[in-house]
């Protein structure tokens, strides 16, 4: 306990470690749907656009203040949804070459954008290569509560519209036959992953934070059927990978926070797919054991020969 106290006293600590549950919940309530919508991809094109964003916000308002670059990173999020979405109703190119395909627009104008800028004489814009990995141990107070009022409005649109997103997740002809704005709602979840991305840019930065959508959720799956406590586990699992992936950061030194936290997840995932109760294949193996037919038991006695016919029918 007293450990606990005396890393909870640390405000470098605590805000981390604030930080990082909240990104970790956020992020594996809304990588649920994308999971169950197959679109476990989309997270990764859209934190990888949101580089150029933060770029291009510095070059127009020439600040770095979080809020601004956040702003920023949102916008170029949304268009390349925007792009993607296009893509997939007006062209017959398939779900993951449109999604590559943003990706690598995207990136590559994000990595033109900061080497330009790394080459300017103006040594301000020296650390926005950090939101390449995050830096969660910059968090301030500022920004944990900002993380928390934009995580905690994603959630609770979840919450309000729980039963529209179940549909749109498992059925979403059946939804259209009901009157749902289907389209709408799909673009709503899919936008719903940009507030987790903007939140996840100072913690675990573009290049991991698709891994933080998807862990969670895939952990979760491994050990229930039921979406409501899948959303529960997910929320859980990222929380405590945030837990433990910043505790392990700052007990050992120079030990980057949000790579530790992705291993954290990483653990996660391969004992669930291992041991979970619902898919693993541990127990996958168990039950189909306790389920197979039982053999015949043997009785001693030869098996009769059947007489022979001479060759006559």
């Known amino acids: 306990m007293e450990l606990v106290r005396d890393l ?18 956020v992020s594996g309530v809304l990588g649920c749907f994308a999971i169950l919508r197959r679109q476990g991809l989309m997270g990764d094109a859209l934190s990888h656009a949101a580089l150029p ?62 080497t330009l800028l790394q080459k300017r004489n103006d040594a301000n814009q020296a650390g926005l290569d950090r939101y390449l990995f995050g830096q969660a141990a910059a ?42 704005p289907a389209r709408f709602l799909e673009t709503l979840l899919t936008g719903l992953l940009v507030v987790a991305i903007v939140i996840g840019l100072n913690t675990v930065g573009i290049v991991l934070m698709s891994a933080l959508l998807v862990g969670p959720a895939v952990t979760a799956r491994q050990w229930t059927h039921s979406l409501g406590r899948m959303i529960g586990y997910a929320g859980v699992f990222g929380a405590l990978a945030g837990v433990f992936g910043a505790l392990v950061s ?35 193996r168990v039950r189909r054991r306790r389920h197979a037919p039982e053999p015949p038991p043997a009785t001693g006695e030869p098996c009769p020969v059947p007489p022979a016919t001479g060759g006559r029918p």
């Open 250 to 284: 700052v007990r050992e030194t120079r030990m980057p926070t949000g790579p530790v936290i992705i291993l954290c997840i990483a653990v996660m995932v391969i004992l669930s797919v291992l041991f979970g109760a619902a898919q693993g294949v541990v127990w996958e």
């Open 139 to 180: 968090l301030v107070q500022e920004q944990v509560v900002t993380m928390a009022v934009l995580g905690g409005s994603a959630l609770l649109v979840v919450l309000l519209l729980y039963k529209e997103f179940q549909l749109i997740a498992f059925d979403p002809e059946f939804a259209r036959t009901l009157g749902l």
């Open 53 to 114: 964003g933060v770029c291009l916000a510095y070059l127009l308002t020439g600040q770095k203040a979080p809020v601004v670059l956040m702003a920023g990173a949102a916008v170029a999020c949304w268009v390349a949804m925007w792009l993607v979405l296009l893509l997939l109703r007006r062209t017959r190119i398939d779900s993951g070459a449109a999604l590559g395909t943003v990706l690598t627009i995207f990136f590559g104008a994000g990595v033109v954008l900061l």
């Open 8 to 25: 909870l006293a640390d405000y470098t600590l605590r805000n981390v470690m604030l930080g990082a549950v909240i990104l970790g919940c």
